[in-house]
């Protein structure tokens, strides 16, 4: 694997290789696609424990199913925003790149 790693690392620099201009524009692809990568990862784990959470409250006193459930719905909608906050980034980035001159 730690190979295969420096492999991509060395194939990289030919991929990119060029102006500056264009190393800014391919970096910040890649860096896009990374970091969004981490984002829907972070945010999927995020959701999964707080509907884990939600069901085993709703199993442990169904009486406050209703409550919980609203409360979760909250809670996945502000860690959706992270998500989306993400997705706003890495658009400035490839679109409206502030590193270009």
């Known amino acids: 694997m730690k190979k295969l790693f420096f492999l991509l690392v060395a194939f ?11 190393m800014i524009q ?3 692809v890649v860096a896009a696609g990374i970091g969004l ?20 409250g709703t199993a442990r006193n169904p009486g406050l199913g209703g409550k919980l459930m609203t409360t979760m ?9 992270q998500v989306i906050y993400t997705l706003v980034i890495a658009l400035i ?3 409206a790149n502030p590193f270009l001159g």
């Open 12 to 22: 990289v620099g030919f991929a990119f290789a060029g102006d500056g201009e264009s």
């Open 26 to 28: 391919a970096y910040s």
């Open 37 to 56: 990568g981490i984002a829907a990862a972070g945010g999927g784990i995020g959701m999964g424990q707080t509907a884990a959470a939600t069901i085993a």
């Open 73 to 81: 719905f909250i809670a996945l909608a502000m860690i959706e925003a």
């Open 93 to 95: 980035a490839l679109y």
